[in-house]
């Protein structure tokens, strides 16, 4: 079964700190799509970033960037200069390119950004 | 954004009585996706629909049931609400299989069942 699993119930940092979110997952798909997700609280899901597992460069997306770790199957975000706009519950997510047309959520990471 | 529409926002029922939330798409999205989302647990997914009457179950399918008789809309129906099915509940679109396709959320509906 392919699972995605977010140690990480909460965190807090520092504005203007950088923060690192966990992610790992496990299938035995050879290519897949690893995405994290912002839900702030309006509630509404933002895709930040995404990830080909085919592609070893990790995307980044101005100040989000992901250490994408294939063999030991691990996704994580950084996120730099921390904005008091990116206290949010983030989603780790995954879905494969081939067969199913499902997406498996991680159970989220609350992250507060402190003045 | 994706311009995708969840309806009621809000509901209140009591147990046992049935109830339908809506989902509507103004993309011509082909794949929809009914979650719901608990405290601990993330995004659980419902049903999904890979295409007009076409649909599957997914982890967290019984006591639901859904239905999609054109593109746009894709209708989930509670039969018989039990206080367990209290949750938030997203619907999501994914435009095709090409590689890379997010997923776009609704705004979400909150339904407590008493």
């Known amino acids: 079964a392919q699972t995605v699993t977010q140690s990480q119930p909460e965190m807090s940092v520092q504005e203007a700190e950088t923060v690192t979110l966990s992610c790992t997952y496990d299938?035995?798909?050879?290519?897949?799509?690893l995405f994290w997700y912002k839900q702030p609280p309006s509630r509404q899901m933002i895709l930040v970033i995404r990830q080909e597992a085919y592609k070893q460069q990790n995307a980044t997306e101005n100040r989000f960037s992901v250490n994408f770790q294939k063999a030991a199957k691990s996704f994580s975000l950084k996120i730099s200069d921390s904005q008091l706009g990116d206290t949010a519950m983030y989603f780790c997510a995954f879905t494969v390119t081939s067969g199913t047309y499902k997406y498996i959520f991680g159970t989220g990471t609350r992250l507060k950004v402190l003045a | 954004d994706a311009g995708i529409t969840q309806s009621p926002r809000h509901k209140v029922t009591e147990t046992g009585t049935p109830v339908t939330l809506r989902c509507h798409q103004t993309?011509?999205?082909?794949?929809m996706y009914w979650y719901r989302q608990d405290p601990g647990h993330g995004l659980r997914l419902i049903h999904y629909?890979?295409?007009?009457?076409?649909?599957d179950k997914g982890e967290v399918s019984d006591g639901y049931s859904v239905s999609r008789s054109k593109t746009e809309d894709f209708l989930l129906t509670l039969e018989s609400a039990t206080s367990s099915q209290t949750s938030v509940y997203f619907c999501a679109t994914r435009p095709g299989l090409a590689a890379g396709n997010e997923q776009f959320f609704g705004p979400g509906t909150r339904l407590t069942v008493l």
């Open positions: 993309e011509n999205h082909r794949y």
């Open positions: 629909s890979y295409g007009v009457k076409d649909t």
């Open positions: 299938t035995s798909e050879s290519n897949y799509y």
